[in-house]
């Protein structure tokens, strides 16, 4: 059964580089894309960005000068790594498998595994 | 950017009762990049429903995805006999392929009280 776990530094200082990883075990990262959805405290969803394990990365405009997102496939991993965080950086960070399927007439791109989320907390 | 605005904000209903939830997108997209979430309080969100009405693995008959109207920009999630577990935000999600980007609604908090 594929499960995700993420982890983190649960807190940084302002202006420093946040890393998280997401550890995957059941089935292997390489066959699947994969994505990172922030939840700050109280507030709703947002997309972070989507990876695939050959390099292809999509980014949302908003953090795309901060982020960088990879997959490690000897370790069967995810890692996200955004630079000068503020306050506004606090959030929940899910890892989720971004699934793209192909079905009846089209394709669907949606979320349908979600890890259970680590907290985030940018302060001095 | 594609903004979804879901409503109403709150709603608060009885067990049996049935709910009706509306997202509506500021532009018309195609409705399988459409898809619901449900957030229990302390949980992660989970998929409910994708393609607009496909229900998702594991998603009880009871939730029924749709698109309302003409324009291809309103969608509604109706649960019916609801029940206390059903308690939690619903989010609604779209998908711009050009360049990619996903977009959430703001949530619709559902109370059975």
């Known amino acids: 059964q594929l499960q995700l776990q993420e982890s983190g530094p649960g807190l940084i200082k302002p202006s420093e580089t946040l890393s998280l990883t997401c550890s995957v075990t059941g089935d292997s990262a390489s066959d699947y894309w994969w994505a990172w959805v922030r939840q700050p405290p109280g507030m709703g969803l947002e997309w972070i960005g989507t990876v695939y394990h050959i390099g292809i990365t999509q980014y949302n405009p908003s953090l795309q000068s901060r982020l960088t997102l990879s997959v490690d496939t000897s370790k069967n991993h995810l890692s996200l790594k955004l630079t000068s965080v503020t306050a506004a950086d606090t959030a929940i960070y899910y890892c989720?498998?971004?699934?793209?399927?192909?079905?009846?007439?089209?394709?669907?791109?949606?979320?349908?595994?979600w890890g259970q989320g680590t907290l985030v907390t940018v302060s001095s | 950017e594609n903004v979804l605005t879901q409503s109403p904000g709150t709603l608060s209903l009885s067990p049996g009762e049935r709910a009706t939830l509306t997202c509506r997108s500021s532009h018309s997209f195609s409705s399988s990049y459409f898809a619901w979430y449900q957030q229990r309080p302390g949980q992660a969100p989970r998929l409910l429903i994708y393609?607009?009405?496909?229900?998702?693995t594991g998603t009880p008959d009871r939730f029924t995805g749709s698109v309302s109207g003409t324009s291809g920009t309103e969608f509604t999630l109706t649960i019916s006999e609801l029940e206390p577990e059903d308690s939690g935000l619903y989010y609604c999600q779209q998908s711009d392929r050009s360049p990619v980007m996903y977009n959430f609604g703001q949530g619709t908090r559902l109370e059975i009280k």
């Open positions: 989720v498998k971004n699934r793209h399927l192909f079905q009846g007439s089209g394709w669907h791109y949606f979320f349908d595994l």
């Open positions: 393609g607009a009405s496909t229900r998702a």
